[in-house]
């Protein structure tokens, strides 16, 4: 019986190092490929370096951004653009809109 007992603690770091480290990292790659999927010209993304722009043209490893200064095109690595903004004025993706007039 001891001879299990011995191996709890590593059997507990390693959990614990699962639990806190692993699982969290694998949920932020989940999301990163979901944005990464969801890029489409016209869409409002911002970077990683916290500049937010409008898509022109989404390649392979690349993408073109208008940015608010006029008439600039920056093109960057498709891997910098860290989320897709949407509207505040936009209802949420997972609430089903009701026409206007309609009542319970």
């Known amino acids: 019986m001891s001879s299990w007992v011995s191996y709890l603690p590593l ?16 949920n932020r ?6 944005t990464q999927g969801s890029l489409a010209p016209g869409s409002r993304v911002m970077l990683a370096s916290g500049i937010f722009g409008e898509l022109i043209s989404v390649r392979d490893d690349e993408v073109d951004i208008r940015i608010a200064a006029p008439d600039v095109v920056v093109t960057v690595a ?4 860290a989320k897709v903004v949407v ?7 997972s609430e089903p809109t009701e026409p206007p007039g309609t009542t319970d």
């Open 29 to 34: 790659q989940k999301e990163f490929l979901a």
């Open 87 to 93: 509207p505040e004025d936009a209802p949420p993706a």
């Open 78 to 81: 498709r891997q910098a653009v």
């Open 11 to 26: 059997v507990l770091v390693v959990f614990a190092f699962w639990l806190l480290v692993l699982r969290p990292a694998r």
